[in-house]
């Protein structure tokens, strides 16, 4: 095998099922289908109940590309892949780069944006953030890294897992660097419309620079991960077509199912968010409050956007150890540095499920029992 392993896919795949309490999941609490099918009627439910369990069509469902279209200014469904997001990151990131490129990512961040580069021999280097009063990813730190050398430039906004975005300045900034050295920039967006102040809602890249692959989908933001449904923009058509053909090679096109439960997701956008928003800001303020409780044993920060942070643990207590030890004695899964091979002790932490209130009293009830205050 030609890839190391995705160390946090495996962490997940190991305790995930098994846990009571999942407090660092990344998405937003999973939306029950007859919650969702409530929300539908007329055309829509129609294209349900008459659907045919084919093969679809490769690209995606056309009126799944179409109301995909609506989410961005410029994007025709002519410009979109509709495909499982991992998948979009795999095939793009094959088909875009080969060996000796070189890459830079947001770091710390999903691990395919960087891994998948490095198993193609690509010389990948890290933009790492600043942490100071939260993190803080400085366009002066990536001028240093990039040159007209530098084929592909990832980027992760809101981020994943940080919780930190930039201003639509630096948005510009980046974008600005990426055209001044040729850079193809590569956009992962799938914590859009997370964040918490509508003015810090950063445009798609994909309405901002033509030579871009952008990534967005149902996972997270609509709550909806098990669909399996996300989508590549570029409006570089070439790259698209290429795209394709690499994908006769993986899942060929989507889950007839999928596609018009996703055309649902869309439609009913605006009330799935405003569950979001509420159950991430009632999280939160919990969460504020369980940190500065506890303000000498982490260093918290208050995120700008999505449904996770990265704190630290202080002192010297192995934020590893003390993971593997919350989940074996009280079964609260955290994600522990280890899987984001990032320094310093910091640990992902995620509110946007309901229950993350009794897990964090099970957190809470960790810390007393041991005496770590
Ligand atoms: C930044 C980022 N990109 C892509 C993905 C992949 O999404 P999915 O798991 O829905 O394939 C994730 C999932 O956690 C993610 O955090």
Same mark, same amino acid.
């Given at each position: 095998?030609?890839?190391?392993?995705?160390?946090?896919?495996?962490?997940?795949?190991?305790h995930?099922?098994?846990?009571?309490?999942i407090?660092?999941?990344?998405?937003?609490?999973p939306?029950?289908?007859?919650? *969702?099918?409530?929300?539908?009627?007329?055309?829509?439910?129609?294209?349900?109940?008459?659907?045919?369990?084919?093969?679809?069509?490769?690209? $995606?469902?056309?009126?799944?590309?179409?109301?995909?279209?609506?989410?961005y200014?410029?994007?025709?469904?002519?410009?979109?892949?509709?495909?499982?997001?991992?998948?979009?990151?795999?095939?793009?990131?094959?088909?875009?780069?080969?060996?000796?490129?070189?890459?830079?990512?947001?770091? @710390? $961040?999903?691990?395919?944006?960087?891994?998948?580069?490095?198993?193609?021999?690509?010389?990948?280097?890290?933009?790492?953030?600043?942490?100071?009063?939260?993190?803080?990813?400085? @366009?002066?730190?990536?001028?240093?890294?990039?040159?007209?050398?530098?084929?592909?430039?990832?980027?992760?906004?809101?981020?994943?897992?940080?919780?930190?975005?930039? #201003?639509?300045?630096?948005?510009?900034?980046?974008?600005?660097?990426?055209?001044?050295?040729?850079?193809?920039?590569?956009?992962?967006?799938?914590?859009?419309?997370?964040?918490?102040?509508?003015?810090?809602?950063?445009?798609?890249?994909?309405?901002?620079?033509?030579?871009?692959?952008?990534?967005?989908?149902?996972?997270?933001?609509?709550?909806?991960?098990? *669909?399996?449904?996300?989508?590549?923009?570029?409006?570089?058509?070439?790259?698209?077509?290429?795209?394709?053909?690499?994908?006769?090679?993986?899942?060929?096109?989507?889950?007839?199912?999928?596609?018009?439960?996703?055309?649902?997701? *869309?439609?009913?956008?605006?009330?799935?968010?405003?569950?979001?928003?509420?159950?991430?800001?009632?999280?939160l303020?919990?969460?504020?409050?369980?940190?500065?409780?506890?303000?000498?044993?982490f260093d918290?920060?208050?995120?700008?956007?999505?449904?996770?942070?990265?704190?630290?643990?202080?002192?010297?207590?192995?934020?590893?150890?003390?993971?593997?030890?919350?989940l074996? #004695?009280?079964?609260?899964?955290? *994600?522990?540095?280890?899987?984001?091979?990032?320094?310093?002790?910091?640990f992902?932490?995620?509110?946007?499920?309901?229950?993350?209130?009794?897990?964090?009293?099970?957190?809470?009830?960790?810390?007393?029992?041991? #005496?770590?205050?």
């Open positions: 095998m030609h890839f190391q392993p995705f160390k946090l896919e495996r962490y997940f795949a190991k995930e099922f098994t846990a009571p309490y407090l660092c999941a990344s998405d937003c609490d939306l029950p289908l007859k919650d *969702l099918l409530s929300m539908i009627h007329g055309e829509t439910m129609k294209m349900w109940n008459i659907l045919k369990l084919g093969y679809s069509d490769t690209q $995606g469902l056309p009126e799944l590309r179409e109301e995909i279209a609506g989410l200014r410029s994007v025709k469904p002519e410009d979109i892949l509709v495909l499982a997001p991992e998948e979009g990151i795999f095939i793009s990131m094959n088909t875009l780069l080969e060996k000796g490129d070189e890459v830079i990512t947001t770091y @710390p $961040g999903y691990q395919s944006l960087y891994e998948v580069a490095r198993s193609l021999g690509c010389h990948v280097k890290f933009w790492k953030p600043r942490f100071k009063n939260g993190w803080n990813f400085e @366009p002066e730190d990536l001028e240093q890294l990039i040159s007209n050398k530098t084929k592909l430039l990832v980027i992760n906004f809101p981020n994943n897992p940080t919780g930190s975005t930039i #201003s639509k300045k630096v948005q510009q900034e980046i974008v600005d660097l990426a055209k001044k050295n040729d850079t193809i920039l590569y956009s992962d967006e799938m914590y859009q419309y997370l964040e918490y102040e509508e003015e810090n809602r950063l445009p798609s890249v994909a309405d901002l620079y033509e030579k871009s692959v952008t990534l967005f989908g149902m996972s997270k933001t609509f709550a909806l991960a098990g *669909l399996r449904i996300g989508w590549l923009i570029t409006k570089n058509h070439q790259w698209l077509n290429d795209f394709q053909i690499f994908r006769d090679y993986t899942t060929i096109c989507n889950s007839a199912v999928s596609e018009i439960l996703a055309i649902m997701g *869309l439609k009913a956008q605006e009330q799935i968010l405003r569950r979001n928003h509420e159950i991430i800001r009632y999280n303020k919990l969460l504020n409050r369980f940190f500065t409780k506890y303000d000498t044993l918290w920060y208050i995120p700008k956007a999505g449904p996770i942070a990265f704190p630290r643990l202080k002192g010297n207590i192995d934020a590893n150890e003390f993971c593997k030890d919350l074996k #004695s009280k079964g609260v899964m955290l *994600l522990p540095p280890e899987v984001y091979d990032f320094d310093g002790n910091h992902r932490i995620g509110f946007a499920r309901r229950n993350m209130p009794e897990a964090l009293n099970k957190l809470e009830e960790y810390i007393e029992e041991n #005496s770590y205050i």
